[in-house]
């Protein structure tokens, strides 16, 4: 396949670059930077500069590249997606990741380009009340990165329809970890993710922490994740870009572990190798206490079965940041 991907030099984009040219294809990368960089892209993949708000830039792009081969898919991983920042600037938001995800299919249905795998959220689930999400469940968002996510999928599914193409949707539980080979990792100076930060306080790169949160209706108090490595996650855009490349079809597929752990079990995995230092503060805007994914119709569908471990997760994460952040 030749894949364009959107996004691809942030944190999950350049994990999908790397699994997508393990498996030999062709990967055309427009990222604008604003939060990845340029040494997260894998060297057989070409980068482009483009932003994906406009217009102008991705039909230049796809003029230049489809010229030489139509891209079988597109892949997106360009969206803004910290919680509580969308709370505070939602109309920053709604134009990164709604109107971005519009001038995108504009694009692509100009080009006919009929393949789109798009990276979606559990947070379109909202406030959930039961152990397990299934993609069958009604969405009701309950913060502004959400709700975007949200009237992305709807808007995908619209114009699916209208010019007969096709998407997979997957919706993300937490990501974390870092490739093996530990040139690519989640590096970002203002981290948001749980295992990162607390990792980094154990590595004492950060004095402390603080656990937003010990009065969720959960047993030790904390918000309840489902937590997925990054490149079993990037592996599954692979098979999903494939599948609905052979097969002509759409899916809405969950992407998880199938399995909570609280922020106080990550913490006392992470105390494995080093003490965490760490105060509870309030619950943030717009966290629900419970998110656990059922990725029963992803292994059924595209026979695919997260092969990494919460421990594994947090190890990759500790030696990714020993050999990128820690002083020589």
């Given at each position: 396949?030749?894949?364009?991907?959107?996004?691809?030099?942030?944190?999950?984009?350049?994990?999908?670059?790397?699994?997508?040219?393990?498996?030999?294809?062709?990967?055309?990368?427009?990222?604008?930077?604003?939060?990845?960089?340029?040494?997260?892209?894998?060297?057989?993949?070409?980068?482009?500069?483009?932003?994906?708000?406009?217009?102008?830039?991705?039909?230049e792009?796809?003029?230049?590249?489809?010229?030489?081969?139509?891209?079988?898919?597109?892949?997106?991983?360009?969206?803004?997606?910290?919680?509580?920042?969308?709370v505070?600037?939602?109309?920053?938001?709604?134009?990164?990741?709604?109107?971005?995800?519009?001038?995108?299919?504009?694009?692509?249905?100009?080009?006919?380009?009929k393949n789109?795998?798009?990276?979606?959220?559990?947070?379109?689930?909202?406030?959930?009340?039961?152990?397990?999400?299934?993609?069958?469940?009604?969405?009701?968002?309950?913060?502004?990165?959400?709700?975007?996510?949200?009237?992305?999928?709807?808007?995908?599914?619209?114009?699916?329809?209208?010019y007969?193409?096709?998407?997979?949707?997957?919706?993300y539980?937490?990501?974390?970890?870092?490739?093996?080979?530990?040139?690519?990792?989640?590096?970002?100076?203002?981290?948001?993710?749980?295992?990162?930060?607390?990792?980094?306080?154990?590595?004492?790169?950060?004095?402390?922490?603080?656990?937003?949160?010990?009065?969720?209706?959960?047993?030790?108090?904390?918000?309840?994740?489902?937590?997925?490595?990054?490149a079993?996650?990037?592996?599954?855009?692979?098979?999903?870009?494939?599948?609905?490349?052979?097969?002509?079809?759409?899916?809405?597929?969950?992407?998880?572990?199938?399995?909570?752990?609280?922020?106080?079990?990550?913490?006392?995995?992470?105390?494995?190798?080093?003490?965490?230092?760490?105060?509870?503060?309030?619950?943030r805007?717009?966290?629900?206490?419970?998110?656990?994914?059922?990725?029963?119709?992803?292994?059924?569908?595209?026979?695919?079965?997260?092969?990494?471990?919460?421990?594994?997760?947090?190890?990759?994460?500790?030696?990714?940041?020993?050999?990128?952040?820690?002083?020589?």
């Amino acid at each position: 396949m030749k894949v364009c991907v959107i996004g691809g030099a942030g944190y999950i984009g350049s994990h999908a670059v790397y699994e997508l040219i393990r498996a030999k294809h062709e990967v055309v990368v427009i990222d604008n930077l604003s939060t990845g960089t340029k040494d997260a892209v894998h060297e057989k993949a070409k980068l482009y500069l483009g932003d994906i708000t406009k217009k102008e830039e991705l039909h230049e792009i796809f003029a230049i590249e489809c010229a030489k081969k139509p891209f079988d898919a597109v892949m997106h991983f360009a969206a803004k997606i910290v919680v509580p920042e969308s709370v505070e600037k939602p109309l920053e938001y709604y134009h990164n990741n709604v109107e971005g995800v519009r001038v995108m299919l504009e694009t692509m249905r100009d080009f006919k380009i009929k393949n789109i795998v798009f990276s979606s959220t559990a947070a379109v689930y909202g406030d959930v009340k039961k152990d397990l999400c299934l993609e069958e469940d009604p969405c009701a968002p309950i913060n502004p990165y959400g709700e975007t996510k949200l009237a992305s999928e709807k808007m995908i599914q619209w114009v699916c329809k209208a010019y007969d193409m096709n998407y997979c949707i997957f919706r993300y539980f937490n990501v974390a970890g870092a490739d093996e080979s530990l040139e690519i990792g989640l590096k970002r100076d203002n981290l948001t993710h749980i295992i990162p930060i607390t990792v980094q306080t154990a590595l004492g790169i950060r004095p402390s922490m603080i656990v937003f949160g010990n009065d969720y209706p959960t047993e030790d108090g904390t918000c309840i994740r489902d937590y997925i490595h990054v490149a079993d996650l990037a592996y599954a855009h692979v098979l999903g870009a494939k599948y609905i490349c052979d097969n002509h079809v759409s899916l809405t597929l969950n992407l998880g572990s199938n399995n909570g752990f609280s922020v106080l079990d990550v913490i006392k995995e992470v105390e494995k190798y080093h003490p965490v230092k760490y105060t509870f503060g309030p619950g943030r805007a717009g966290d629900p206490a419970k998110l656990i994914a059922s990725s029963t119709k992803a292994k059924e569908i595209l026979g695919w079965i997260p092969r990494r471990s919460l421990a594994d997760i947090i190890k990759t994460d500790i030696e990714f940041r020993k050999k990128h952040e820690l002083k020589k």
